[in-house]
């Protein structure tokens, strides 16, 4: 079962456990050690395979988690399949600079967040190198900043453990290609693993299309005492979104607010990691990284300021539009030291002590160009590109922690464990006109967790945890976080006040076991945030122009609960997740576009009124049918209450929250041969129209035919945006597999 427990026997080299495609164990520290058995970690964690995966044949491992995961949501505030807000329990890990994040991403333990506005590009992580996915939720201080809500630790393929060769290809709805190959082996000690891929899709609506170019490649060295690894990830890719819709252009979900909009990610990740034993009782571990990253991004926007009278020249502001260009040139490298020491006496105790570093260095450029909109509302230069910011960032995290396991009975254990973290931001201006960026900003904190385990029976665990955290603020939110000068994303770098650590305080309750059958888990969670930092938009015209604030303490509680069976050639699979998160502080919000606002522009958000953008249910249910040896299908649910608009904080405006949505999905495999698979996928299997994401704002095209509305003498007006969910799309593929690349496909096996 995924998420609940998953069945296989220990490898021969433990060291390589967290590499096997199904694991027992988990990785509850980032750095390479020995894990620790599921049965004995306090927390609700979801365990998610290769062969799973496989199966399904999602575009990226964020659509996956979307459809599959516990208390996992997502919005389509981007309008691209790639660049989607994951929610995890009401926090997010997202593409979008600037959006606060809650959640780390690990990938062979080397934190993938980029230095740069903690933001997680999800098209840069490659799919087919996957082995296994492990979503730990809770404030765990052991993955060090900005583990809010939970951890997502990545593990890749090696040769040893996934030999083989397969190719693989798919065409269908939207214009979308796509081909992958993955091939592994080992020779004595020595294993290799290559896999890459390529995505070609026009996108659903118009103006955005994505070009995905991704490879990974592993090479190791193992023996009884040591594990060595080497492995590179590079991608190259073009993503292009297409913003929300206002209500009023809700009879064409296809058409684009403004365009365009694009951004250019390339990677090039080095990482090399190893462990050794040193004794029967003492495993070292450690890895170090070098992380380049590039971007580009285009943004169109229209001219909030259309009209008003230049107190200076006195002349009128004519530009209809802009457009902002901006780039980031980022390095990150680091490394950490792991010794885990067990022992077997009549208590036996498994305890880690580690320490880490991850540095990164940061050049962000943006420019403004003024353009005139044409009749499809795409934005035309007028004039040239002038420099808004030009500065540079550099963030220094440094952690040391201690955790240990120690089993009071053969039935009771107890976990503890502690990390003190210290984030060091620095920011100067390149410029010469903005020295009053210039600075430095430190965050210190000691984190602890506790935990317990109790299991009085193999096919029944009763856990309780608790465990604090902390979130130091980006540059990017350092720098823009004055209200009355709200930035835009990619933000506009300005001197503002200075933004408090957010900490978050995280109580979870469950169980987990087996019953005739039945796998299944539950908990229930509460995670108290003080210091919460929130993007508040402005409703200045812009759905991506606001600033950040500390909003005092926030609070998300909830429940989950799993069980999934496997009754002859019928799986089946289901997971219901109940989320309340709220404020839990009054403060006053700017939401003029708010209907509830008074003259000022003003709204009261209380205690109790719920965070925009956070579905308080979700149901997902998984069914899989072996229809013969060689065929068989599956069925995905996914059933989401409507969430409130960000604008709406005090849940107060006439539009009221999103309406909530169910959608289904198909997927069908047919083993031609051995080697050979024909496969089928369908999303949104009945074309319903759904919306998983909304804004205030203010609506510029009231003009006729949806034009520029002050140019044709026509007012914006006060509307409801919201992100649209994809149409119905369906994909025909074909794979040849040889080894582990066939028995990642194969018809439920």
């Known amino acids: 079962m995924q998420g609940a427990a998953a069945a296989v026997a220990d490898p021969a080299n433990p060291a390589e456990a967290l590499e096997l495609p199904t694991v027992t164990v988990i990785g509850t520290t980032p750095l390479p050690g020995l894990a620790t058995p599921i049965e004995d970690v306090p927390a609700n964690v979801q365990v998610f395979g290769a062969a799973e995966m496989a199966r399904q044949h999602s575009s990226a491992l964020s659509d996956y988690l979307t459809k599959n995961g516990a208390s996992i949501g997502a919005n389509s505030a981007q309008g691209n399949p790639f660049q989607p807000d994951l929610l995890f329990r009401g926090f997010t890990a997202s593409p979008l600079l600037g959006t606060p994040q809650g959640l780390s991403v690990f990938q062979d333990g080397v934190r993938i967040n980029e230095p740069f506005g903690d933001i997680v590009n999800w098209d840069l992580i490659p799919q087919s190198a996957i082995s296994s996915v ?48 993955e091939w592994g082996g080992a020779r004595g000690p020595l294993d290799a693993f290559v896999t890459g891929g390529f995505y070609d899709d026009r996108g659903w ?46 009879g064409d979900i296809r058409q684009a607010y403004t365009w365009p909009d694009s ?27 070098y992380r380049r990253y590039r971007n580009t991004s285009l943004n169109s926007d229209v001219n909030q300021d259309y009209g008003q009278i230049d107190p200076i020249t006195g002349a009128a502001d004519l530009v209809e539009a802009m457009n902002d260009l901006a780039s980031i040139a980022e390095n990150g490298y680091g490394g950490g030291l792991q010794l885990t020491l067990t022992s077997q006496g009549r208590y036996r105790n498994q305890f880690n002590l580690g320490a880490s570093v991850d540095v990164g260095e940061t050049s962000f450029m943006q ?36 955790a240990d396991l120690l089993h009071l009975t053969p039935r009771l254990s107890l976990s503890v464990s502690g990390r003190y973290d210290r984030a060091e931001i620095r920011i100067s201006d390149r410029s010469g006109r903005a020295p009053q960026l210039d600075g430095m900003h430190v965050f210190t904190r000691f984190n602890p ?14 856990y309780a945890g608790y465990s604090e955290g902390m979130r130091a603020p980006t540059a ?9 000068a709200p930035c835009k994303l990619p933000n506009d770098f300005v001197s503002d006040p ?32 003080s210091n919460d930092i929130e993007f508040v938009s402005s409703a200045a015209g812009a759905s991506n122009a606001g600033y950040f604030a500390n909003v005092g303490g926030t609070r998300r509680s909830g429940v989950e609960l799993a069980a999934s069976t496997q009754r002859g050639a019928l799986g089946l699979t289901a997971r219901y997740s109940f989320i309340d998160a709220t404020f839990r502080s009054a403060f ?3 939401s003029p576009d708010n209907s509830s606002a008074d003259a000022n522009g003003l709204i009261q958000v209380l205690p109790g009124d719920r965070l925009p953008g956070i579905a308080r249910q979700t149901l997902k249910v998984r069914l899989e049918y072996r229809l013969a040896a060689r065929c068989s299908m599956g069925v995905t649910l996914l059933g989401s209450a409507g969430v409130y608009a960000r604008g709406d904080e005090n849940n107060a405006d006439r539009n009221g929250p999103l309406p909530g949505y169910v959608l289904a999905g198909f997927d069908a495999r047919y083993q031609l041969s051995a080697p050979w698979q024909l496969f089928a996928t369908v999303n949104n299997l009945f074309d319903s129209r759904y919306y998983d994401f909304g804004v205030l704002g203010e609506n510029f095209f009231t003009g006729p035919g949806n034009t520029f509305g002050p140019s044709a003498g026509s007012a914006p007006r006060a509307e409801q945006f919201r992100g649209l969910g994809v149409p119905r799309g369906a994909w025909l593929g074909v794979r040849y597999g040889i080894g582990a690349a066939l028995d990642a496909g194969r018809n439920g096996e």
């Open 134 to 181: 492990q979503l730990i939720p809770g404030s765990n201080p052991a993955f060090g900043l900005n583990t809010l809500g939970g951890a997502l630790a990545i593990y890749t393929k090696s040769g040893a453990q996934f030999p083989g060769v397969g190719v693989e290809a798919t065409a269908g709805s939207f214009g979308r290609r796509t081909a992958h190959f």
């Open 205 to 250: 609506a118009d103006h955005n299309p994505s070009v995905v170019r991704q490879l990974f490649a592993k090479v190791g060295w193992q023996d009884e005492r040591t594990d060595l690894d080497a492995a590179l990830t590079m991608a190259n890719n073009s993503l292009q979104g297409t913003q929300t819709l206002p209500l009023s252009f809700l």
């Open 263 to 289: 951004n250019d990610n390339q990677l090039t990740l080095l990482t090399i990691k190893g462990s050794r034993f040193l004794a029967s009782w003492a495993l070292l571990g450690g890895n170090t990284y």
């Open 367 to 402: 420019s403004s160009q003024p353009a005139d909109l044409n009749a499809e509302r795409g934005t035309v230069g007028n004039g040239p590109f002038l420099g808004v910011t030009d500065a540079d960032s550099r963030s220094e995290h440094d952690g040391v922690f201690a």
């Open 449 to 462: 967790a506790v935990g317990g385990n109790f299991n009085p029976d193999p096919d029944l665990t009763l």
């Open 476 to 484: 990017i939110e350092l720098s823009c976080a004055d209200p009355a």
């Open 498 to 529: 200075a933004l408090a650590a957010e900490v978050a305080r995280t109580l979870e309750l469950g169980a987990r076991g087996s019953w005739h059958g039945w796998l299944w888990s539950a908990a229930a969670y509460q995670s108290r945030l």
């Open 588 to 590: 006053a919000e700017r």
